[in-house]
């Protein structure tokens, strides 16, 4: 049941994204940072954490989930050391994601010849 | 707008080779609603829901095979996703599958790494430092400068109304 809603809820995502594409004509930055606020946002009102419970994979894939992360590291940290942690902790969540990201791409970068 | 379609094989037969600017501006423009928006949305539905679906499998698999909890799978799932687009990225296919596939593939986490990872490519030629280290987040950078911004506005929202973390 979980894989039917991870498909639809992902899907319903990007279909979004498709609409902010297509019809509000935003460009792909625009479109993402606004998706990674969007993901912010509502885990500070506290609703991307049931999402998740809720739909797995098609919530946490999704860039808006990147959002969550962020603002979930921030907010344990808060709850943990007080104030301090809205800045130490921003990173808390997210760093495989983005330690990967880099490690990968650049080791990509050494080995890979650009394609036309 | 979608063109009458006598109309279409009229603009064809009488000027196939010459076009000018002007012409050919036109003669795009009719084509270029082939892809509707409606179309678009689809494949963009169908293509985001198939990566989250295999990050689910991904996901499950650390489940079952180390026996993680759903939030400690998150991490390693987001890894093997990366690793998934960076490899698909120099082999050249996720950009074919990109062109088609609109938000499909740039919404999800790979279409992130794609952004870098192609970036990161592209560049390498102007150096390590100067290329890779400086370009790579050419695409990325601003989802993760609005990504952090937002989270430290959130987070001094919640701080200052006292709510802590949830």
């Known amino acids: 049941m979980q894989y039917l809603w991870a498909f639809i809820i992902g899907g319903g995502i990007c279909l979004i994204g498709q609409l902010l594409f297509d019809v509000v004509k935003l460009t792909p930055a ?13 885990d500070g009102i506290g609703w991307y954490e049931p999402l998740i419970k809720f739909a797995g994979a098609g919530a946490t894939v999704p860039i808006t ?3 969550n992360s962020l603002v979930h590291g921030a907010l344990t940290e808060l709850q943990r050391d007080g104030w301090i942690g809205v800045i130490t ?5 997210t760093s495989a994601g983005i330690s990967a990201a880099i490690i990968f791409s650049f080791l990509a ?6 394609k036309g | 707008m979608p063109a009458n379609e006598a109309d279409r094989g009229k603009t064809i037969s009488y000027k196939p080779l010459s076009m000018s600017a002007k012409e050919y501006k036109a003669f795009a423009k009719n084509r270029e609603p082939a892809r509707s928006v409606f179309r678009n949305c ?6 985001g829901g198939a990566i989250c679906l295999i990050g689910q499998g991904v996901q499950d698999f650390f489940i079952a095979a180390f026996g993680m909890t759903e939030r400690q799978a998150g991490n390693p799932t987001v890894a093997v996703m990366i690793l998934i687009s960076v490899i698909l990225t120099c082999l050249g296919v996720y950009d074919k599958i990109a062109q088609w596939a609109g938000a499909g593939t740039a919404v999800p986490v790979t279409g992130f790494a794609n952004s870098m990872c192609s970036a990161a490519i592209e560049h390498r030629s102007e150096g390590l430092v100067l290329g890779v280290g400086a370009q790579m987040f050419k695409l990325a950078g601003s989802v993760i400068v609005f990504g952090v911004v937002a989270a430290f506005v959130i987070g001094i929202i919640h701080w200052l109304l006292g709510i802590g973390g949830q």
């Open chain 2, 42 to 47: 689809a494949i963009a539905f169908l293509v």
């Open chain 1, 30 to 42: 625009h479109t993402m940072s606004l998706l990674v606020v969007a993901g912010a946002v509502v």
């Open chain 1, 89 to 93: 902790g921003i990173f808390e969540v």
């Open chain 1, 109 to 114: 970068a050494l080995v890979v010849k650009p």
């Open chain 1, 65 to 67: 989930s990147f959002g």
